[in-house]
């Protein structure tokens, strides 16, 4: 799997679940694991780390 930002390498763990955040080495962005219907593979998508905005 590679980084959508710096097309590097990112290693997903083989105990990988869905919604996990794992993040480039390369780059340092942060990717949310989101399961492909399709099989048991996962794609990646920018996480949102915005989750200290909690008091709107
Ligand atoms: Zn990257």
Redesign the pocket.
Known sequence: MN?L??D?QVAIPSDAIQGEIIS?K??G?SFELVKVQSGALFSLRPAELEEEDWGE
Do not use: L, M, P
Request: charged share 25%.
């Open positions: 980084c930002e710096c590097a480039c390369e780059c962005t």
